[in-house]
């Protein structure tokens, strides 16, 4: 049972790498028509709409369920009304934490930055993650989960260096990459030590309805509904928001919260170590290649993140 409780956490954590490190390509995609704020708006209210049924059948569902096999899902992620109250202003700043705020701080910033550089300063959030939760959340950390965090970072970055991808203008712009991972570090602690008695779509569901206003009030003040929405560049840009805010938000964020209360909140945040795998598969899929030294690379990231997973075992997660 424990091996296969490991190899669904790894299942998450390739998943999440995965649907994240594709999302850099839809961002670009949907600013080809539309602003920054747009795409943003757009991924947090499709986020929000896919998942307001499981928010509706909260409220219309009574306190305990009869669970069936066809609902085992949605009947899980059901809680007591008055748990469910009791934690809802902590699944709102969930949501504006770890989404809202860097979802807009991202599509800024890669208005001037490439996603090489967005995608090492995504990877401070481990580091982010333990100082914050050992400051704050009583996280306790050991050697070899802070050696495995640098580690799998000083990878990282030697990726990069050695595709020569590294650039650093506009130092402004990347700073709010830095303020989303600060951002992240909070969310990943503060779900996994105070969230815990809520299930993983719950959270999703109630942060992301909770954001449907805010995110058509963006788009009525930036004009998007004054555009020609069926203009073919307009629409697919839309098509790719969209899909960003289902699979890159709606989805990836109940699995992420699944991973948090499985994995504990450090291992979840080195998902921002997966991410290059991707990015490259996606660029080998465009002709780009790959040298054996960022093969290297690869393993020492690699590494960092099995230090991280060996560390948790030794410390109880908070």
Same mark, same amino acid.
């Given at each position: 049972?424990?091996?296969?409780?490991?190899?669904?956490?790894?299942?998450?954590?390739?998943?999440?790498?995965?649907?994240?490190?594709?999302?850099?390509?839809?961002?670009?995609?949907?600013?080809?028509?539309?602003?920054?704020?747009?795409?943003?708006?757009?991924?947090?209210?499709?986020?929000?709409?896919?998942?307001?049924?499981?928010?509706?059948?909260?409220?219309?569902?009574?306190?305990?369920?009869?669970?069936?096999?066809?609902?085992?899902?949605?009947?899980?992620?059901?809680?007591?009304?008055?748990?469910?109250?009791?934690?809802?202003?902590?699944?709102?700043?969930?949501?504006?934490?770890? %989404?809202?705020?860097?979802?807009?701080?991202?599509? /800024?910033?890669? =208005?001037? +930055?490439? &996603?090489? $550089?967005?995608?090492? !300063?995504?990877?401070?959030?481990?580091?982010?993650?333990?100082?914050?939760?050992?400051?704050?959340?009583?996280?306790?950390?050991?050697?070899?989960?802070?050696?495995?965090?640098?580690?799998?970072?000083?990878?990282?970055?030697?990726?990069?260096?050695?595709?020569?991808?590294?650039?650093?203008?506009?130092?402004?712009?990347?700073?709010?990459?830095?303020?989303?991972?600060?951002?992240?570090?909070?969310?990943?602690?503060?779900?996994?030590?105070?969230?815990?008695?809520?299930?993983?779509?719950?959270?999703?569901?109630?942060?992301?309805?909770?954001?449907?206003?805010?995110?058509?009030?963006?788009?009525?003040?930036?004009?998007?509904?004054?555009?020609?929405?069926?203009?073919?560049?307009?629409?697919? %840009?839309?098509?790719?928001?969209?899909?960003?805010? /289902?699979?890159? =938000?709606? +989805?990836? &964020?109940? $699995?992420?919260?699944? !991973?948090?209360?499985?994995?504990?909140?450090?291992?979840?945040?080195?998902?921002?170590?997966?991410?290059?795998?991707?990015?490259?598969?996606?660029?080998?899929?465009?002709?780009?290649?790959?040298?054996?030294?960022?093969?290297?690379?690869?393993?020492?990231?690699?590494?960092?993140?099995?230090?991280?997973?060996?560390?948790?075992?030794?410390?109880?997660?908070?």
């Amino acid at each position: 049972m424990h091996a296969n409780s490991k190899l669904v956490n790894w299942l998450l954590f390739s998943l999440l790498s995965i649907i994240w490190g594709s999302s850099f390509i839809l961002m670009k995609a949907g600013m080809t028509a539309l602003s920054a704020y747009q795409v943003a708006a757009i991924r947090m209210l499709s986020a929000g709409l896919v998942l307001l049924p499981i928010v509706i059948r909260q409220f219309t569902q009574p306190s305990s369920p009869k669970k069936s096999p066809a609902d085992s899902l949605i009947s899980q992620s059901l809680v007591e009304k008055s748990t469910l109250r009791k934690k809802m202003g902590l699944i709102i700043l969930s949501g504006l934490l770890g %989404s809202f705020f860097p979802a807009f701080l991202f599509c /800024i910033a890669e =208005t001037r +930055i490439d &996603s090489s $550089l967005a995608g090492i !300063l995504n990877a401070l959030t481990p580091l982010f993650t333990i100082i914050l939760g050992a400051l704050f959340f009583q996280l306790e950390v050991n050697f070899l989960k802070m050696s495995g965090v640098i580690i799998g970072f000083v990878g990282l970055v030697l990726l990069f260096i050695s595709g020569g991808h590294i650039n650093t203008q506009d130092i402004g712009y990347a700073s709010l990459v830095l303020i989303a991972t600060i951002l992240y570090g909070l969310n990943v602690n503060m779900v996994g030590k105070h969230l815990k008695g809520v299930g993983s779509v719950t959270i999703a569901a109630f942060a992301f309805a909770f954001l449907i206003p805010p995110s058509l009030a963006i788009l009525w003040y930036t004009g998007y509904f004054k555009l020609a929405l069926f203009m073919e560049n307009v629409f697919l %840009s839309t098509v790719a928001s969209a899909v960003l805010g /289902i699979f890159g =938000t709606a +989805i990836a &964020s109940i $699995l992420f919260y699944m !991973l948090v209360k499985r994995a504990g909140t450090l291992f979840s945040s080195l998902v921002t170590y997966g991410i290059p795998f991707v990015a490259i598969g996606w660029g080998l899929l465009y002709g780009e290649t790959i040298s054996f030294l960022q093969v290297i690379c690869l393993g020492v990231i690699l590494s960092g993140v099995w230090m991280v997973n060996k560390g948790s075992r030794l410390v109880k997660q908070p």
